[in-house]
C-alpha cells in the first residue's frame, strides 16, 4: 500500500460515532449549538436526522455514511487547507467528503455564519 492509499483507508475506516463527540466539542468550545452542526452535517451528506442517528448507532464507518449521503453541488465550492492538504485537490472521492466534512466543521467553530458554510450566501 502507498502512504496515500493507506492514508485513505485509514480515514475511511473511522467511525462516525467516534468522531462526532470530537465535532461536537470542537464547536460548543467556540459557542457554537449542537443544533448548527447537526445541520451542517445534515446539509453535507443529504442525509436526515434520523438516517445518521441510525449509522450512529450501528458504529458505521465514514465510508458507510459516504456511501449513502448525496453531497449538494455547492459542496464542490468547498476549498482551502485542512491538515496541510488543500481540499479541493484530494484525488480520492472519499477522503476528500471525509475532508469537506472536517473543513465546514473548523469553519462553523470559527464563527462563520451558517448560511456561509453551507455556501448559500
Given amino acids: 500500500m502507498t502512504t496515500a492509499t493507506a492514508h485513505d483507508a485509514r480515514i475511511a475506516g473511522l467511525r462516525y460515532a467516534k468522531v462526532y463527540p470530537m465535532y461536537l466539542a470542537k464547536v ?3 459557542g457554537r ?3 448548527e452542526l447537526d445541520t451542517v452535517i445534515r446539509w453535507l451528506t443529504g442525509l436526515d436526522q434520523a438516517a445518521l442517528d441510525v449509522l450512529s448507532q450501528a458504529d458505521a464507518t465514514f465510508a458507510t455514511l459516504f456511501a449513502q449521503a448525496s453531497p449538494p453541488a455547492e459542496a464542490e465550492r468547498i476549498t482551502g487547507v485542512i ?3 488543500r481540499v479541493e485537490e484530494i484525488a480520492n472521492p472519499l477522503t476528500r467528503d471525509i475532508r469537506r ?3 465546514v466543521v473548523d469553519e462553523l467553530a470559527k464563527g462563520r455564519p451558517l448560511q456561509k458554510v453551507m455556501r448559500r450566501g
Fill in 28 to 30: 460548543r468550545r467556540k
Fill in 33 to 35: 449549538t449542537q443544533e
Fill in 83 to 85: 491538515c496541510g492538504v
Fill in 101 to 103: 466534512l472536517d473543513k
